[in-house]
């Protein structure tokens, strides 16, 4: 794995966590211009309300933002998602810069354990920057459309248990009623 750059063209490489509404909406802008523009994601799928919750963490070539992630936190786990580094800044392993912060950020907060949800085609990049599966592949299985990895958050310790995260972040939000009361309610 290439070392991540410290600077590229002279200007210093940096990552920051989101802490104004306006680096929020830098990790929003290179969100837009990779998984829209780029990889046609619809922004309908790119956007919700996570992002309202989540920590965003943004990567900057000299003053200019050049990626972004953001990790979204569980009970037992942080989950860093929508990792994207604007096209002509890659090559320098700043999705690394990035995803080592995502895990000092998880040490930090005495979290354990890091666990994304990597499309099949991805799953050799996050291999690369030392995740693995949560559930070994099986010779002749059906492919899967997301593949769980996980990565311990200090990697001289075993790899916590977890138990089914799929289960906790792929449950639906709950739906409100008209009269805003969850569905399914029961009332008087
Ligand atoms: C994934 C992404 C963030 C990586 O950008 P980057 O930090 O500039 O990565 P680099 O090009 O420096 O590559 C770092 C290493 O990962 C490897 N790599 C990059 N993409 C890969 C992939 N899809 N599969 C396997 N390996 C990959 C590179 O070959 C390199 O390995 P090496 O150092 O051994 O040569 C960037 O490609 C991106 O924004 N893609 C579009 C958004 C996206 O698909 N996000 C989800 C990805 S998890």
Not at 22 to 40: K, N, P, T, Y
Not at 92 to 101: A, F, K, Q, T, V
Request: hydrophobic share 40%; net charge negative; charged share 25%.
């Amino acid at each position: 794995m290439r070392p991540i750059a410290q600077s590229i063209g002279g200007e210093l490489v940096t990552t920051k966590l989101a802490m104004r509404m306006e680096d929020s909406l830098q990790a929003f802008a290179v969100r837009a211009a990779c998984f829209i523009g780029e990889l046609d994601v619809p922004f309908s799928e790119e956007f919700d309300g996570h992002d309202f919750g989540a920590t965003h963490v943004i990567a900057y070539v000299g003053d200019e933002p050049a990626g972004a992630v953001r990790l979204r936190w569980f009970q037992s786990f942080a989950m860093p998602e929508r990792l994207a580094v604007i096209q002509r800044f890659r090559g320098h392993n700043i999705g690394g810069m990035l995803l080592e912060r995502c895990r000092a950020q998880a040490q930090a907060r005495g979290c354990n354990l890091l666990y994304a949800q990597a499309l099949p085609r991805d799953v050799g990049y996050w291999e690369k920057q030392g995740w693995r599966r949560l559930v070994p592949e099986e010779a002749g299985a059906e492919p899967k459309r997301i593949v769980a990895m996980v990565k311990a958050v200090d990697p001289s310790k075993p790899l916590p248990e977890i138990e089914a995260p799929e289960a906790v972040v792929l449950r639906r939000d709950g739906q409100l009623d008209s009269t805003g009361m969850p569905h399914g309610t029961v009332s008087n």
